[in-house]
């Protein structure tokens, strides 16, 4: 399982790297950009706990170098904000009791994307490869009667491990698709595209001693780039 993830991870790479060599003719384009856009995150938990998709936001630079025509790649260094909140509504036993709990990540990522696009001053972009990220902060909120329920005693059933306890992984990666529109104008060009991001890794220790044998980040990303051509 584990190689089939790293194969995942970086065959986008090396299918880029491959494709760079096949057209001599095509003058090489490097571009920076810039980019924002919102999150929607959510957690993957094992044993599960029922969670929605938290609206949030991520922006940062990107390097954008196209060195054959329809192909090329791209690295990004952006600051997203991530996590969970718990949907309480799927169970009938806490729907009505008016629990709130939210858990906020700040990461540092870093994709690199295999860029493909068809198309002149519209373009049709696919990008797709690994990510990696580093958790800079991380907080949690629950209403006063969350707090109540906990403190009194809860039902059987009633998931527990994830309410005051911070991440215990600093490290996250996972691999990112994503596809939209770029439009090229004599000012830049402006990428609008949406994203999703499958989590590898975990948010807290998963041994066989651990409460949750996943605890995956799984992000969906609104993003508009807009790219200046360097040379």
């Given at each position: 399982m584990v190689k089939r993830y790293l194969l995942l991870l970086f065959l986008p790479l090396y299918f880029g790297t491959f494709m760079y060599g096949q057209n001599k003719e095509f003058k090489p384009e490097w571009n920076v950009g810039v980019?924002?856009?919102p999150t929607f995150s959510a957690v993957d938990f094992q044993p599960r706990v029922t969670t929605k998709n938290r609206m949030q936001y991520h922006g940062g630079v990107a390097i954008r170098y196209v060195s054959e025509k329809n192909i090329g790649i791209i690295a990004e260094l952006n600051f997203s904000q991530q996590g969970w909140e718990q949907d309480f509504s799927k169970n009938e036993n806490y729907s009505n009791l008016g629990l709130e709990h939210s858990h906020q990540l700040n990461y540092l990522e870093m994709p690199i994307l295999t860029h493909i696009y068809f198309g002149n001053k519209v373009r049709f972009i696919l990008n797709l490869g690994p990510k990696i990220g580093y958790l800079i902060s991380d907080s949690?909120?629950?209403n006063s009667k969350?707090?109540?329920y906990l403190s009194d005693g809860v039902s059987e059933g009633f998931e527990t491990h994830q309410y005051y306890r911070k991440a215990e992984?600093?490290?996250d990666y996972g691999?990112?698709?994503g596809?939209?529109?770029e439009f090229r104008?004599?000012?830049g060009s402006f990428a609008l595209e949406g994203r999703y991001s499958f989590g590898l890794g975990d948010i807290y220790k998963?041994?066989?001693?651990?409460?949750?044998?996943r605890s995956a980040n799984r992000v969906i990303y609104a993003k508009l780039t807009y790219y200046v051509k360097l040379f």
């Amino acid at each position: 399982m584990v190689k089939r993830y790293l194969l995942l991870l970086f065959l986008p790479l090396y299918f880029g790297t491959f494709m760079y060599g096949q057209n001599k003719e095509f003058k090489p384009e490097w571009n920076v950009g810039v980019g924002f856009g919102p999150t929607f995150s959510a957690v993957d938990f094992q044993p599960r706990v029922t969670t929605k998709n938290r609206m949030q936001y991520h922006g940062g630079v990107a390097i954008r170098y196209v060195s054959e025509k329809n192909i090329g790649i791209i690295a990004e260094l952006n600051f997203s904000q991530q996590g969970w909140e718990q949907d309480f509504s799927k169970n009938e036993n806490y729907s009505n009791l008016g629990l709130e709990h939210s858990h906020q990540l700040n990461y540092l990522e870093m994709p690199i994307l295999t860029h493909i696009y068809f198309g002149n001053k519209v373009r049709f972009i696919l990008n797709l490869g690994p990510k990696i990220g580093y958790l800079i902060s991380d907080s949690e909120k629950m209403n006063s009667k969350l707090k109540e329920y906990l403190s009194d005693g809860v039902s059987e059933g009633f998931e527990t491990h994830q309410y005051y306890r911070k991440a215990e992984r600093s490290i996250d990666y996972g691999l990112i698709a994503g596809m939209g529109l770029e439009f090229r104008t004599g000012i830049g060009s402006f990428a609008l595209e949406g994203r999703y991001s499958f989590g590898l890794g975990d948010i807290y220790k998963n041994s066989k001693s651990d409460h949750f044998s996943r605890s995956a980040n799984r992000v969906i990303y609104a993003k508009l780039t807009y790219y200046v051509k360097l040379f």
